[in-house]
């Protein structure tokens, strides 16, 4: 005849033992749980921002070793084909552009470009084709484009500056301090720029630069600029009165820094001599009004002599 052992019940000490421990697992539970919640909220994004990235992340991966295995069997260029299609339809495709840096150019010149890449998959969008179509653009000195995934294309434009307008046989063009013609530009918009005038004057700019850099005091005075015979400049100030400078880079300088030198003693601008001619060295041809060109009794050399000695 078999006989049953039956076990004794918990102890009243082990029930209340096990209660307690399962009570501090739930709040070590809730703790971390609130703890969860309260980095969250910390983050400087959202959960399904952060979801996007995690898929971004596995399907990165996921091409970079579907690349190497296809690049392995010999078939890279059918394979990247197959995986822009797979990112595509997980939705890394262009849906927007995001155009920053834009205050002269024409936005529609930008869009017409940037949007042919619209609903493409993001990996098949050649960044660097389409950064060249944007160099080609003439108010555009620098270019760079990104990818913001999922779905955005981010242009950034380094615009040139319009430093003066090159007059034309017909029109005026706004350039750039390195001579890039920007666009046409008409003559109530290039009121109050420097007008820049004469054959291959356009290409000089960094020498006119350099030339009235040398006496900053002219700069304001002149209104035009005129390269002569392909080798050196005459000045016109807003006064209509005419300064005739020598060639070379050092000796235009010189003579304009002594003009500057002479007006600031004898208020040379805005008085009767209509045109000052400096070609020769140690003397200025003045022409009056009605009067044929007269070699004036001035030296510049002695008065920049005298304003050194003064100083």
Same mark, same amino acid.
Not at 146 to 154: G, I
């Given at each position: 005849?078999?006989?049953?052992?039956?076990?004794?019940?918990?102890?009243?000490?082990?029930?209340?033992?096990?209660?307690?421990?399962?009570?501090?697992?739930?709040?070590?539970?809730?703790?971390?749980?609130?703890?969860?919640?309260?980095?969250?909220?910390?983050?400087?994004?959202?959960?399904?921002?952060?979801?996007?990235?995690?898929?971004?992340?596995?399907?990165?991966?996921?091409?970079?070793?579907?690349?190497?295995?296809?690049?392995?069997?010999?078939?890279?260029?059918?394979?990247?084909?197959?995986?822009?299609?797979?990112?595509?339809?997980?939705?890394?495709?262009?849906?927007?552009?995001?155009?920053?840096?834009?205050?002269?150019?024409?936005?529609?010149?930008?869009?017409?470009?940037?949007?042919?890449? !619209?609903?493409?998959?993001?990996? /098949?969008?050649?960044?660097? %084709?389409? @950064?060249? *179509?944007?160099? &080609?653009?003439? #108010?555009?000195?620098?270019?760079?484009?990104?990818?913001?995934?999922?779905?955005?294309?981010?242009?950034?434009?380094?615009?040139?500056?319009?430093?003066?307008?090159?007059?034309?046989?017909?029109?005026?063009?706004?350039?750039?301090?390195?001579?890039?013609?920007?666009?046409?530009?008409?003559?109530?918009?290039?009121?109050?720029?420097?007008?820049?005038?004469?054959?291959?004057?356009?290409?000089?700019? !960094?020498?006119?630069?350099?030339? /009235?850099?040398?006496?900053? %005091?002219? @700069?304001? *005075?002149?209104? &035009?600029?005129? #390269?002569?015979?392909?080798?050196?400049?005459?000045?016109?100030?807003?006064?209509?009165?005419?300064?005739?400078?020598?060639?070379?880079?050092?000796?235009?300088?010189?003579?304009?820094?002594?003009?500057?030198?002479?007006?600031?003693?004898?208020?040379?601008?805005?008085?009767?001599?209509?045109?000052?001619?400096?070609?020769?060295?140690?003397?200025?041809?003045?022409?009056?009004?009605?009067?044929?060109?007269?070699?004036?009794?001035?030296?510049?050399?002695?008065?920049?002599?005298?304003?050194?000695?003064?100083?």
């Amino acid at each position: 005849m078999s006989q049953t052992i039956k076990r004794k019940g918990k102890s009243a000490r082990c029930s209340a033992a096990s209660q307690g421990k399962a009570r501090k697992v739930r709040q070590a539970r809730a703790r971390t749980g609130s703890a969860l919640d309260g980095a969250m909220a910390m983050l400087p994004f959202s959960e399904e921002t952060m979801h996007r990235a995690f898929m971004a992340m596995i399907l990165g991966g996921a091409v970079a070793l579907a690349w190497i295995a296809a690049s392995m069997a010999g078939l890279p260029t059918l394979a990247g084909k197959q995986l822009a299609s797979v990112a595509g339809d997980a939705g890394f495709e262009v849906r927007r552009v995001d155009v920053r840096g834009m205050e002269n150019l024409n936005e529609i010149k930008v869009y017409e470009r940037a949007l042919a890449e !619209r609903d493409r998959a993001m990996p /098949l969008v050649d960044l660097v %084709a389409l @950064r060249q *179509q944007l160099l &080609e653009l003439s #108010w555009v000195k620098d270019a760079r484009v990104s990818r913001q995934l999922p779905d955005t294309l981010v242009i950034d434009i380094v615009e040139r500056i319009p430093h003066a307008a090159l007059r034309k046989a017909d029109r005026l063009v706004l350039i750039d301090d390195e001579g890039h013609e920007l666009e046409p530009v008409s003559r109530e918009r290039a009121k109050g720029k420097l007008i820049v005038c004469g054959p291959g004057a356009g290409k000089q700019m !960094r020498e006119l630069g350099h030339l /009235l850099d040398a006496a900053p %005091a002219m @700069r304001p *005075q002149v209104r &035009e600029a005129e #390269w002569i015979g392909n080798r050196r400049w005459n000045l016109t100030f807003k006064t209509d009165q005419v300064l005739a400078l020598p060639e070379g880079g050092k000796e235009s300088a010189a003579a304009l820094v002594s003009f500057a030198r002479l007006d600031g003693t004898n208020r040379l601008i805005g008085g009767k001599i209509v045109a000052f001619d400096m070609r020769a060295r140690d003397r200025i041809y003045l022409r009056m009004p009605g009067r044929a060109a007269e070699a004036a009794d001035i030296n510049p050399a002695a008065v920049a002599s005298k304003q050194q000695e003064t100083h």
